[in-house]
Nanobody, 113 residues
Framework: QVQLVESGGGDAQAGGSLKLSCEVSGGSIRLTRMAWYRQIPYKRELIAYLLEDGSGHYIDAVKDRFIISRDNAKNTVYLQMNNLKFEDTAVYYC????????WGPGARVTVAS
């Protein structure tokens, strides 16, 4: 059974940076399209995903501020978040793009304006 554990969340000031990590166990991310999602009340949205060729794709709200990456040797996916905004406040989750594995606990990010 695949397990996902997100870490690196916390409090940040607007304009600051945080880096989230997602450790994957029980499955390999090497040939998997991995993604980051974030959840606010009543809504979970896809914000970035990584294709097998290493190219990252982003929604407009985080484009040019967030960077998704992977370390296949560590079976870990990262999300570097720069120039944080108040509206980035959410719980962040990683998962396979499709089909989803069981969701991890998430990493809470709170950005003070």
């Amino acid at each position: 059974q695949v397990q996902l554990v997100e870490s690196g969340g916390g409090d940040a000031q607007a304009g600051g940076s945080l880096k989230l990590s997602c450790e994957v166990s029980g499955g390999s991310i090497r040939l998997t399209r991995m993604a980051w999602y974030r959840q606010i009340p009543y809504k979970r949205e896809l914000i970035a995903y990584l294709l097998e060729d290493g190219s990252g794709h982003y929604i407009d709200a985080v484009k040019d501020r967030f960077i998704i990456s992977r370390d296949n040797a560590k079976n870990t996916v990262y999300l570097q978040m720069n120039n944080l905004k108040f509206e980035d406040t959410a719980v962040y989750y990683c998962n396979q793009l499709s089909p989803h594995w069981e969701w991890g606990p998430g990493a809470r990010v709170t950005v003070a304006s």
